[in-house]
């Protein structure tokens, strides 16, 4: 069985966090002397002379409700690379635990592991981008605390086997990690209602990808109680800005919008597949349930090169493990789009 509190870090499990003035008193209305702000509203559409709620209390709440969990399951950090690292210094004794990747992936997971000096152990993926289950299970010893999966994964674009993942969590008795940053564009199901299934799962989204608010820095993991009351422990009191909080609440409010904008990427997507298809520098389209494709190329690496030159910017992943002559394209807009198609024709 998984039990938390052999997993938690000593130093975390004792520790007494910060407790901030807005933590103290919640309330709204009042005279609030007690932060050391200055009481005077700022110029500017919004006064943001004052904190900003620690616990994202309205936020954590709209969310909750839109991913059918409760608040208390919910924990937003300053974009997804906040959670990550949130894992690691939470779960991760420096210098003697270790986790596992499975590459090629996301690159945060072993600069976060780096950071806090944990061991990585990688194990590749499948040829065609699936868990080795049975070397990731081989890999573990009393040491690993954590399996990092991707699904669906970049830079590859395809989605994980769900009964791999289900196999990861039953026998590993350990967290098992799964950044849905792109679960929007997937027609598979998150496996966020698996929560109460599973007491070592942590998931990931962001705002970052679909919603369109990458710059505001706005991340989300989702796990069991116990978990986010640790995360929320060790996180900076004030990690989430005032601007972000109301930003994201709008945007949530206008849910359709974020609906359409999936859409029209995964009508795009389609249409850069077929023309890419078309062109003989093109070897493979690999499959993707992103808002991206991983594209094998004669001579990745200088098509990328020639596109930089005619200021279209891709992702140059060739030198990458299992993705030799690949570049990653993000889908853009109908016009981005053309336009990229346009140049390759000129390659
Ligand atoms: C883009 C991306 C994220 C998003 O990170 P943020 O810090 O939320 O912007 C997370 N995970 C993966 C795999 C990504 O590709």
Redesign the pocket.
Known sequence: MFDLNLFIRQNIKNLKPYSSARDEYEGKDGIFLDANENPYETASKQPYNRYPDPKQKALKEKIARLKRLEPEQVFL????????DMVFRSFCNPGADNVITLPP??G?YKVCADINDVTVKEIPLTPNYQINVEAVLAAIDKHTKVIWI?SP???TGNTIYTKDIVQLLTNFNGLVVI????IDFAPDKSFTQKIKDYPNLII??????AWGM?AL????AFASTEIIGIFNKVKYPYNINQVTQEMALEALHNLLNKEMMVEEILTQRAWLEEELGKLNLVIKIHPSD?NFLLVKMHHGHEVYEKLVAKKIITRDRSMVTLCEDCVRITVGTASENQALIKALRQI
């Not at 950044?179 to 792109?182: G, L, N, Q």
């Not at 990931?204 to 990808?209: A, C, D, E, I, N």
């Not at 820095?217 to 989300?220: K, S, T």
């Open positions: 950090g300053n974009g997804s690379d906040e959670a990550i992936t996301y945060m991707c994964n970049n830079p950044d849905e940053a792109y990931l989204q962001t705002f970052s990808k990458a820095r706005l991340g989300m992103a």
